[in-house]
């Protein structure tokens, strides 16, 4: 209720603050790329998109309109980042395969188990030393703007067809689709073996018994259809599931200063809207995992505590085989400021 009256205040102030601005401004339509179907249902990213395009086009009073092309249309997520930087592209969302290709330092936001609460992320992408320092310099380094981490479906979570994990103790044995190398490491960590697998196949390598599980917030668990060959899932706050929205500078600081608040703003609004709409649906998920046949597990804090000692460091090797030890740094002290003050917040 708290979280949409804030919705509602934002909404609010947005639609009173730009009605009317900048009539005589010269109209424009520009592009908005992102992955995944046109689908408010089952892509979060792409209602993101719908109500961003929305409030943009109610803020500059049709001005500015905007084309979305869903589905990777433009291009795959290294070409749609150079179409940006480029400025043929003006607006894109970026999975963590795009920016890394141009900013791998974003690999410091994606450090497992930083994040305690929903509260917690959203206070580290939004006002921490990390995030104000890792957008001043993603745009100094590509020329591109960083607006928002957009919330895509809640915290990931392990799934199997062997046993509940309660600790990483049981993961010892068993095999485990890794998306990256850093899940790998996180799965080794464990005493699991990892391997990569795309999406396209993971459903049958599960099936097949390729690998024993995988790891995906609830929303990927149910559109990929793996509760039908996954018996348990352990709801550990694994990683904060977001991508990432970027603007192309050159384009955003060409426009009229008030238009430029539009975009920054409508942004920023429909990011809370999602936030909103994603976790709300987290619990309408999980209960369809346990109707489908999932045994969900939550961790308590003890538990929680050892997937973080052991798993955390591992991974965090990884990345810094890539990046400056710095950027780590950085982000795990701006997490452990967001965590306690959520904790206040209460």
């Known amino acids: 209720m708290i979280k949409k009256l804030i919705f509602l205040v934002v909404l609010l102030f947005f639609v009173f603050s730009f009605t009317g601005f900048g009539s005589a401004q010269e109209s424009m339509n520009v592009k908005m790329s992102y992955n995944g179907p046109a689908d408010v249902e089952t892509n979060a990213v792409h209602e993101y998109a719908v109500n961003f395009k929305d409030f943009v086009e109610m803020g500059t009073n049709g001005r500015i309109s905007i084309t979305l092309y869903s589905d990777s249309q433009l291009g795959d997520e290294e070409q749609r980042m150079e179409q940006t930087m480029g400025g043929s592209t003006e607006i894109n969302v970026a999975s963590n395969a795009g920016m890394v290709s141009v900013y ?37 380094t590509t020329g591109v703007a960083l607006l928002e981490a957009v919330e895509e479906g809640g915290f990931i979570a392990f799934t199997n067809n062997k046993k509940v994990i309660k600790s990483p103790a049981d993961f010892k044995g068993m095999k485990f689709r890794g998306m990256d190398p850093g899940q790998i490491a ?19 390598a599960l099936q097949t018994g390729v690998v024993d599980g995988q790891m ?131």
């Not at 996180?186 to 049958?204: M, N, R, V």
């Not at 550990?236 to 975009?263: G, R």
């Open 186 to 204: 996180l799965f080794k960590a464990f005493g699991a073996s990892g391997t990569p697998i795309p999406w396209t196949e993971l459903y049958i």
């Open 216 to 346: 995906n917030p609830p929303t990927y668990i149910i559109s990929g259809s793996l509760y039908e060959v996954q018996d348990y899932v352990t709801m550990a706050n694994i990683q904060y599931s977001c991508q990432w929205v970027t603007v192309s500078a050159d384009w955003l600081n060409s426009l009229p200063e008030e238009d430029q608040y539009v975009i920054t703003q409508a942004a920023k609004a429909a990011n809370i809207r999602n936030r909103i709409s994603v976790e709300a649906k987290v619990d309408e998920r999980v209960r369809f995992l346990e109707e489908s046949g999932m045994e969900v597990y939550y961790p308590n804090a003890e538990e929680m505590k050892q997937f973080q000692d052991i798993g955390q460091p591992e991974y965090v090797k990884w990345i810094e085989e890539k990046v400056d030890p710095s950027y780590v740094d950085k982000a795990l002290e701006s997490a452990r400021i967001a965590n306690m003050e959520a904790q206040q917040n209460r």
């Open 104 to 140: 791998p330092e974003i690999y410091a936001a994606t450090i497992p188990f930083m994040f305690e609460s929903f509260e917690a992320a959203h206070l580290f992408f939004d006002e921490s030393d990390y995030w104000e320092m890792t957008q001043k310099e993603f745009e100094e």
